[in-house]
């Protein structure tokens, strides 16, 4: 595996950033700039970040986001998680082989007591709800204070390169995620009543109603507030399959972190389980840092995710296996295959249907879980609470934006600073951008023959109209009222003919427009295709392989030139093409990598030894609590004595939803259950933080 730095990137700007020098495993490297520890070693090649104590099995970033602790390292002699934490100058980092020990401590240090803070409203994340809620409050005058973990606010924002879906006038749909996380950071942070705490953590909701929080990772302190706003997010479902907790398993959000944000490229071939929306566009984003994506794979009969973010992979060349799961990843220190399996309608494995395929990372994206648990917490202490975005309701970030803006106003109300009243309109919008996709429609072949026409490749219903704002001639048509209908070409019904701009290719998330120009050959018409990768410059007169929005090969036809995202074109290039007028209107792509990328080994990888592990901080396996539920346990807490899992650093936040789905799978319905008893923290910290002593 050859991890490196990205030089360059379709859409991202790389900017040169100052070198941190630090040692790992007493070697000098280097680190660039507010750079976490995992992504500055993973940069050097690292992927094992040391070893576990039950059975030395060898431990990898697998979260990237604070939730797990599988990246556990030892900074300066402190544990640390390598995700959270940022490389500082001469910096000693260490792999933790075993339990991590305490570190030593010179003299008596003195301690302070815990500062008190009341504000009308907290808002905990700073993500696409949170930032939307505190620009609204802000602009009733309501003083609020929002926290996040995070370095930069934005969220999941930050990861974010394409463009976004919705509604553009509601949530600046047709903009890309990276663009609207710092448009929401630069409003939210305009007013003067709204503080802002970055890289601090809400560690628990007492029973008194107030919050604790570590504020840059030292200070602790208690905050009250009159409306506290859960706009935590979501935190991504784990897997059990055989050798799920391998270096190399990584949840999709942690790929796009490391990708998008910190420009490490950590693998060269990348294979990806589950077909909604975060796997689709992950694994795009890969294409797009020049990774090979060898494959996808969705358990149910169709990708739950949008088509058009399906069709953009398969045009690309990506095989996406529909009804298979992942049965094992394959390696010794780290993943080298993975061996994937057809499935039945149980979602069981179908003996003799394994195939394995080369890589050398596997991106897990099967759902996300709302980060629920201070709004449970604060609830159960008579705090007002109200949850926002994905940690209310998981959808995407359109909604979650919209979703903040509306709770801004509830909060703004409720403390007096407002009569206003949640607009209908408002509702609507938002019931509007959370609805799942729809249904498929039937387009009507291509068929026109002069004159130049935009080509439509989309066809399923999802709430989407940014390319009905940008036509001069004002010839896409989508009703106001629902914006998941499928936008329609008005022609010659308006009187007006199209002008050929391409504004359209360029602002459509999907880039699922194209365009037919048969004005100076209708048997060889040009077709003007939307590019957003790099690679090996496109070339006029070169060979390109042409596909339909299926992923269907048409041919190979002549690039004619190339407009490349020059100013205002936003990383959107624009490939024309000359072809056929057989197929001018069915091409919606150009094939990015080759189909051997795609083939199976001759022979399938055998399973590792061992069991799936559901509790990766305690590594208990699947086996062992199916045991305890066929012995008649019912009570996770008891379980959890038992064989320890749900008892590692993470909090059970990643096991306690697999133990759930053990149940049942083994007929034991969620009513006959009793759930574990959730930790007063629900993020762990040094307990010297509580009594005002810094890093030793």
Known sequence: MATSRLEQHPILTVVPRADVPFTWEGQPCSAKAGEVIASAVMAHGTRVFGHHHRDGSPQGLYCANGQCAQCLVSADGVPVKACMTAVRPGMVVARVDGLPLPPAVDGVRALRGVERLEVPALIIGGGPAGLAAAKQLGAYGVRTLLIDDKDRLGGKLVLQTHRFFGSINAVYAGTRGIDIATRLAREATAFETTSVWLESTALAVFDDGWVGVLQGGERYVLVKPQVLLNAAGAREKALAFRGNTLPGV???????????????????????????????????????????????????????????????????????????????????????????????????PIEGSERSFACDAVLVAVGLDPVDEFTAKARAAGLRVIAAGDTDHVAEASAAIFGGKIRGLEIARELGATDDEVPTDWLRTAEVLRAKPGATVAREPFSADAGVHPVFHCDQEIPCNPCTSVCPQGLIHIDEDDIRQVPRYLGEAVAAACLGCERCLRVCPGLAITLVDQRKDAAFPIVSIPFEFDGAPLREGEAVTVLDAGGEVLGNVE???????????????????????????????????????????????PQLDGDDVVCRCERVRAAALRGCIRAGERDVNA????????????????????????FAEEGVGAGEVTPGVRRPLFVEVRLGAFAGVGEP
């Open 250 to 348: 990584f949840g999709a959000g942690a790929f796009q972190t490391l990708l998008n944000r910190d420009l490490v490229r950590v693998a060269e071939r990348v294979f990806v389980i589950g077909g909604g929306n975060v796997g689709l566009i992950t694994a795009y984003h890969a294409l797009q840092g020049g990774v090979q994506v060898v494959g996808l794979v969705e358990a149910a009969a169709e990708c739950g995710g949008y088509r058009v973010h399906r069709d953009k992979l398969l045009r690309a060349g990506v095989p996406i296996y529909t009804s298979h799961t992942v049965v094992s990843a394959n390696g010794t220190a780290a993943v080298e295959s993975v061996t994937t399996a057809r499935v039945d309608e149980a979602f069981r």
């Open 639 to 662: 379980i959890k004595a038992l064989t320890r899992a749900g008892m590692g650093a993470c909090g059970a936040k990643t096991c306690a939803p697999l133990i759930a789905r053990l």
């Open 559 to 605: 690039v004619a030139r190339v407009r490349p995202a020059g100013r205002g074109a936003d990383g959107t290039s624009i490939v024309k093409v000359r072809a056929p007028a057989a197929i001018a209107g069915r091409i919606a792509g150009l094939r990015v990598q080759e189909p051997s990328v795609g083939d199976a080994l001759e022979r399938y990888q």
